[in-house]
């Protein structure tokens, strides 16, 4: 079956925009999770959505940062204000349930100008 | 604290030249190690979960092994396709997954 799809695969914008980062998640997934990998880094985990449950939002790194999960299926991940030092790869993951193994997508390469 | 090590950084061998990758991890109530491959550009692809000490599993090349300390991921006569970052994560408590900053490996032809 189809994987977890991402869009876009790249992103360039200005300092200041706000971007929409976009997350298809495996059909079936009750778990969806979001990570930053900056050049050199390990993933950094930035939250964690699992069935109708409350968002962990633990990971977020400020209050530019946001994610929506609608109809517990597609996730969108906006960064407001967007700053040089967001420039990364997002990755999103899927899993059948919050303790099972993770499928990643293929990430958004986001370059903030 | 909860994290995972892994070493070394980058690793070249020579096609044919085994080798192991360590994967380190003091996480609470440990309940799955995963290894990834992550090629450049892409995400990582899932390779092999882990629940218990003593657990080995093999695909192709790779074997993974656990212990209650540390993973191996065993690599058996490589070839220059098995050129990637591998990433090891451990499951936590909760939701929590940590990842490990991965080991760059490159065979050599």
């Known amino acids: 079956g189809a994987g977890v799809s991402q869009s876009p695969s790249n992103k360039v914008t200005e300092k200041g925009k706000d971007v929409e980062l976009r997350c298809d998640p495996i059909s079936g997934h009750t778990a969806l999770y979001w990570y930053r990998q900056s050049l050199g880094q390990g993933l950094e985990f930035l939250i964690y959505f699992q069935g109708n449950s409350a968002p962990d939002k633990s990971g977020l790194p400020s209050d530019r940062f946001s994610a929506e999960r609608t109809g517990g299926s597609v996730s969108t991940l906006t960064i407001q204000r967007t700053q040089q030092e967001d420039s990364a790869v997002y990755l999103c993951?899927?899993?059948?349930?919050?303790?099972?193994?993770?499928?990643f997508g293929p990430g958004t390469r986001l370059t903030v100008l | 604290e909860d994290q995972v090590t892994q070493s070394p950084e980058a690793l070249r061998l020579q096609e044919g030249e085994s080798s192991s990758l360590n994967c380190s991890y003091t996480?609470?109530?440990?309940?799955?190690l995963f290894w990834y491959r992550q090629d450049p550009g892409k995400g990582p692809e899932f390779l092999f979960t882990l629940y218990s000490a003593g657990e080995e599993k093999e695909k192709e090349r790779l074997k993974a092994t656990l212990t209650k300390k540390e993973s191996f991921l065993h690599i058996t006569a490589p070839k220059p396709e098995d050129s990637a970052t591998y990433l090891c994560a451990g499951g936590g408590t909760g939701n929590q997954f940590y990842f490990g900053t991965g080991t760059s490996l490159t065979v050599i032809p």
């Open positions: 996480v609470s109530g440990l309940r799955g």
């Open positions: 993951a899927s899993s059948l349930s919050g303790t099972d193994t993770q499928y």
